[in-house]
């Protein structure tokens, strides 16, 4: 079994800044990705950054300049800071990994995600 479990989330006025950490815990072989999805009422889930193995990443265009995405492979955690935050930025975050495990098989994993609400 793998379990994502996401931190960091909250209120904060528009302009201010927000740390969300996942860590990827169980019977993992290898990590290929670990990013990050939002979801806001009434909206699909969207991707907003994600972190490949071998040091790629992409971001959504509307979180580009704002948003860091950045991993600890020791640690299996991503991590996604987020500054300049905007109203429109508020939003359940996922975290998501595409994680091999020792069966050999690629699964992808999703957290409980982690409310972020930004205030004008």
């Known amino acids: 079994q793998v379990q994502l479990v996401e931190s960091g989330g909250g209120l904060v006025q528009a302009g201010g800044s927000l740390r969300l950490s996942c860590e990827a815990s169980?019977?993992?072989?290898?990590?290929?990705?670990m990013g990050w999805y939002r979801q806001a009422p009434g909206k699909q889930r969207e991707l907003v950054a994600v972190?490949?193995?071998?040091?790629?990443?992409n971001y959504a265009d509307s979180v580009k300049g704002r948003f860091t995405i950045s991993r600890d492979n020791a640690k299996n955690t991503v991590y996604l800071q987020m500054s300049s935050l905007k109203p429109e930025d508020t939003a359940v975050y996922y975290c998501?990994?595409?994680?091999?495990?020792?069966?050999?098989?690629?699964?992808?994993?999703w957290g409980q995600g982690t409310q972020v609400t930004v205030s004008s």
């Open positions: 998501n990994a595409v994680i091999r495990t020792y069966s050999g098989v690629y699964n992808d994993y």
């Open positions: 972190s490949i193995s071998g040091g790629r990443t």
């Open positions: 169980g019977r993992i072989f290898s990590i290929n990705s």
